[in-house]
């Protein structure tokens, strides 16, 4: 499966600031997917990055509060914009394998966001 | 809707004891189910994948078995291990109208292995 490294792994922000949050797969995938996970709850998948195109955006996130990058398919940024404490989440990016369809999600390690 | 419900929420056992997780499911069209193992502050690592004609899967000591009649699947933890300790998470592909897969996720059990 393919190896995702995730960055950064945790950070603590001010309320109103952004921070953005890096994917690099080690091998060319055509989605990836970034989701958050708020505490005790499921992941909720925020979006699907596909290269050359906008991403597109599940009910409930939008554009200007998670604008996403995807300039390869190896690469993807996920920012989270004007940030409150309702944001504090870890957020996860995600891939699918290399054989293609559902088989081989693989995980990034997480960025554990805390805004204070 | 598409549903995935886990129980229990939270389990606590003794080392080298065994354990079971349990998901029930209302995703369908079903494609596959899958276990994953989160530690905390990690992301979640694949343990078993199963399709629709696997009734159990193995990997080590995790054993996962799926009744697609029942949408019931189980996790088995055999001689658990303090490493064991971590949120296990059971998610369900569904095919969209599109022809994409769509996963649903459990909330996950939290399990606590003690020495």
């Known amino acids: 499966s393919a190896v995702i490294s995730q960055k950064p792994s945790r950070d603590i922000c001010q309320r109103g600031t952004s921070l953005t949050i890096q994917c690099q797969v080690d091998?060319?995938?055509?989605?990836m997917f970034w989701y958050r996970q708020q505490p005790g709850q499921s992941l909720t998948l925020i979006a699907t990055a596909n290269q050359g195109s906008e991403a597109t955006y599940e009910s409930g996130f939008v554009i200007d509060k998670f604008p996403i990058s995807r300039p390869n398919l190896t690469f993807s940024t996920l920012t989270v914009s004007n940030m409150s404490p309702e944001d504090s989440s870890i957020y996860l990016c995600?891939?699918?394998?290399?054989?293609?369809?559902?088989?081989?999600?693989?995980f990034g390690s997480g960025t554990r966001l805390t805004v204070v | 809707k598409n549903q995935v419900e886990q129980s229990p929420q939270s389990l606590i056992i003794l080392e080298g004891k065994n354990c079971t997780l349990q998901c029930n499911y209302t995703v369908s069209p079903f494609s596959n189910l899958r276990w994953y193992k989160q530690d905390t502050g990690r992301g979640p690592v694949s343990l078993t994948i199963?399709?629709?004609?696997?009734n159990t899967k193995s990997n080590g000591r995790y054993t996962a078995t799926l009744d697609a009649d029942t949408k019931q699947s189980s996790l088995h933890i055999t001689a658990s291990q303090l490493s064991d300790s971590a949120s296990y998470i059971c998610?369900?592909?569904?095919?969209?109208?599109?022809?994409?897969?769509?996963?649903?996720f459990g909330r996950g059990t939290s399990l606590i292995v003690h020495p």
């Open positions: 995600s891939v699918e394998g290399r054989s293609g369809g559902p088989y081989g999600y693989t």
């Open positions: 998610v369900v592909l569904g095919l969209s109208s599109g022809g994409s897969y769509i996963p649903t």
């Open positions: 199963m399709t629709f004609s696997e």
């Open positions: 091998s060319q995938v055509t989605m």
